[in-house]
Nanobody, 119 residues
Framework: QVQLVESGGGLVQAGGSLRLSCAAS????????MGWYRQAPGKQRELVAG???????NYADSVKGRFTISRDNAKGTVYLQMNSLKAEDTGVYYC?????????????WGQGTQVTVSS
């Protein structure tokens, strides 16, 4: 079994910064793509940023230039540095990873961490 554990959420004023972390553990052979998603109240979950095992990144237009995704493959960890936060960045942030386990490749999700930006 594989677990993704997120940390780093919280309450911050508009213009502030937060850094989210997500660590994978369990029966992992390798981790392919990793990413961060968010879900605001009353809205669908959306992709915020993604990163391949080789370090190629992609971002939602709404966060380009403000958020940076990175990963430490040795630690099985993905990070999301969020700067210049806006009220509309408020939501529950989930990490996701495509994990190669013995005999299969499966997508896993973290439990979510709340980010609240006050205006």
């Amino acid at each position: 079994q594989v677990q993704l554990v997120e940390s780093g959420g919280g309450l911050v004023q508009a213009g502030g910064s937060l850094r989210l972390s997500c660590a994978a553990s369990g029966s992992i052979l390798s981790i392919n793509g990793m990413g961060w998603y968010r879900q605001a109240p009353g809205k669908q979950r959306e992709l915020v940023a993604g990163i391949t095992s080789g370090g190629k990144t992609n971002y939602a237009d709404s966060v380009k230039g403000r958020f940076t995704i990175s990963r430490d493959n040795a630690k099985g960890t993905v990070y999301l540095q969020m700067n210049s936060l806006k009220a509309e960045d408020t939501g529950v942030y989930y990490c996701a990873a495509d994990v190669a386990e013995p005999g299969r490749i499966r997508a896993y999700w973290g439990q979510g961490t709340q980010v609240t930006v006050s205006s």
